[in-house]
């Protein structure tokens, strides 16, 4: 498997030499592809974004890492990398001073800023070309990879155009029609649509028809790694990915590629395009943690997006033609690890307590589900908490009589208790205002100001692909 182990971290350390709708569709199909070459001077665009990543969990997971690992974060070591462009990026959308993904990734993805819940449509409904229908135009291939149903709002902000991001079998279809050349992720039920009537309008036999290997696992997924140059379709689960930890931990998720696999299966497979590609590598899920608060499953989801950044050093190194950039859509729940204990000596060490956490609240909630028992085994295996007869009775009331709150509940029963093992605060359980980081090397990088609003990188990116004249 792919870096995701502390020697993995070592060896980077040492290779790197570092010290320390249908209707509405055809944006693209309607218009003619134009046969102009690129012009510009990247071949390729690696776009990889951790979804909802605050600048409070990069603060915790640094300090987590060197703790626990001894060695800075690969994002960390990002700041001391030559050729590194940086930008401080306000992350606004049309509707709101809070984005959510798919007004954030519409931003970047067709260079005009759409009310939240949008995809690269505008206010009046008129369709905004995306930055993948660009480079198919330009005979570049294209490539989503995410931990999310890959229908989601982040990656379908990249190629698609709907009114509304739920509109999750109409993302699928776009995908389809415009050919897509690597889609790897969740949201399975997306591409085999149930109908009210019982009948299924699957759209896999129409994908192989189109010439796509199909693969729904990871060991199938490895199996075609031979950059054999056929476009691909990996659906690895019904809804999104399991979490980071939670596929870490419980065997019966081991043949579920991680995100760092599904990276490099998308770079194999796009390295043998003749003329470049863009793709959008996403940490979906980190976003979906900070919604729930759950401090651990953060963690994990953070951890396994920094594993990629090596996986896209280690290319650009190689290609040097290729323009990367790494980065956030916007904050999520406000997470912070704060002072704790006299002069915050017991930080570091409450920290470390988040070790004690196995599984997500989500698998606890899954757990839970099955049986409709509150279970203390189950809640002493995810969150290594010996339950009170008070916290059981939170719970299974939620479990018997509001199942839909059962994720509430845990927060009710565990919440305080939680946040004094391990110092971990939380603003809310909404998107955050802040600016974020943004990161850019290679070609078009050095023309990023040093504060960007995200729809500007859409100029940045189609600019330095030459594929928007
Ligand atoms: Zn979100």
Not at 111 to 128: E, F, H, K, S
Request: proline share 4%.
């Amino acid at each position: 498997m792919v870096n995701s182990t502390p020697s993995s971290r070592r060896q980077f350390l040492k290779l790197s030499g570092l010290a320390g709708a249908a209707s509405m569709l055809p944006a693209c199909s309607t218009i003619a592809p134009s046969n102009a070459k690129p012009t510009g001077q990247a071949k390729s665009v690696i776009f990889l974004v951790a979804d909802g990543l605050c600048n409070g969990t990069v603060g915790l997971a640094h300090h987590w890492n060197l703790r626990n690992e001894q060695t800075p974060l690969h994002w960390i070591q990002l700041f001391e990398r030559e050729r590194l462009h940086r930008a401080y990026q306000d992350t606004a959308s049309a509707s709101s001073p809070v984005t959510d993904s798919a007004a954030a990734a519409s931003a970047w993805g067709c260079g005009q800023r759409v009310n939240n819940g949008a995809i690269n449509m505008d206010a009046a409904g008129n369709t905004l070309k995306p930055i993948l229908s660009y480079a198919k135009e330009a005979g570049k291939a294209t490539g989503l990879v995410s931990t999310c149903r890959i229908t989601h709002a982040t990656p379908a902000g990249f190629a698609t155009n709907v009114p509304n991001r739920g509109m999750e079998d109409a993302i699928a279809r776009q995908y389809l029609e415009r050919e897509v050349d690597v889609l790897l992720g969740g949201g399975a039920r997306h591409f085999s649509q149930k109908q009210e009537d019982g009948s299924v309008i699957d759209y896999i036999p129409r994908f192989k028809g189109k010439g796509y290997e199909v693969v729904t696992n990871a060991t199938e997924l490895n199996s075609v790694n031979a950059g054999r140059g056929s476009p691909l379709l990996g659906l690895f689960a019904h809804g999104h990915l399991p979490y980071a930890i939670d596929r870490k931990h419980d065997s019966a998720h081991q043949d579920v590629p991680g995100l760092g696999d599904m990276f490099r299966a998308a770079l194999t497979r796009l390295d043998t395009a003749k003329d470049g590609f863009v793709l959008q590598v996403e940490g979906g899920r980190v976003d979906h943690a900070g919604h729930a608060n759950d401090s651990a499953a953060i963690l994990h989801e953070f951890l396994e997006f920094d594993d990629c950044i090596p996986i896209a050093l280690e290319y650009i190194d190689a290609h040097p033609d290729t323009m990367l950039v790494i980065t956030t859509d916007h904050g999520t729940g406000g997470c912070q690890l704060n002072g704790a204990g006299a002069a915050y000596a017991d930080s570091g060490p409450a920290l470390d307590r988040i070790n004690q956490f196995k599984y997500s609240f989500e698998w606890l909630h899954s757990r839970l589900m099955a049986t409709g028992q509150f279970d203390p085994v189950a809640v002493k295996m995810a969150l290594g908490i010996d339950a009170t007869p008070e916290q059981a009775a939170i719970v299974q009331a939620a479990i018997d009589a509001k199942p839909q709150y059962l994720s509430g509940s845990f927060h009710e029963a565990f919440g305080k208790q939680i946040k004094d093992l391990t110092a971990v605060g939380w603003s809310s359980g909404n998107h955050t205002s802040e600016c974020v980081e943004l990161f850019a090397f290679g070609p078009g990088s050095e023309a990023v100001p040093s504060f960007v609003k995200n729809y500007e990188m859409f100029e940045m990116m189609t600019r330095a692909l030459g594929i928007r004249t």
